[in-house]
């Protein structure tokens, strides 16, 4: 009779055990499918964020290339050396057939240093300008490549946020 009460025990102990068992696989299937889901929506989350900052990356490099465009157009106004040449070499031809040879030197050179400091003048506005345009338009689309930086960090630190919140409901 004795064993016949050891054998109940040990068959209650282990229905008991059994028991705990499920409730604990249950608990492991529970737990293991609220990380699961986490998990995912941590993924979800990662690649929206990397989706706006690719867009705003994308945005960027297009005000970029406008500029870049902008200022193609703009040099292609400009007259080359091989324009230019020619024609102030007829200007100092006909600058030499109407001055007489000995006062043309030192004219000349006077003449020759002003053209110069015209040039160099000229080359200076016109990069002057040049730059302002650039600066203006480069000026506007970093703004626009700040906020767009801001505005994609701010996506990303939500991102997060919502993650920790989700982590912790759970």
Known sequence: MGENINNQ?????????????????????SQFKSL???????????NMATEKALMANDKRLDAMNEIKGAMKDQAAHFPTREELDPRLSTIEDILGKVVLRSD???????????????????????AKADQKGVDNKFEGAQKQSN????????????????????????
């Open 9 to 29: 025990f040990h068959i209650k102990e282990f229905y008991v055990l059994q028991g705990e068992v499920k409730t604990l696989r249950e608990m492991f299937e």
């Open 104 to 126: 043309f030197d030192n004219q000349h050179e006077r003449v020759r240093e002003d053209i110069r400091k015209l040039e160099i003048s000229k080359a200076e506005m016109n």
């Open 147 to 170: 906020r767009l930086t801001i505005f994609t960090i701010i996506s990303i630190a939500i991102a997060i946020l919502a993650v920790i919140t989700n982590y912790f409901k759970h």
């Open 36 to 46: 699961k889901e986490l998990i995912e929506l941590n993924f979800k989350t990662i």
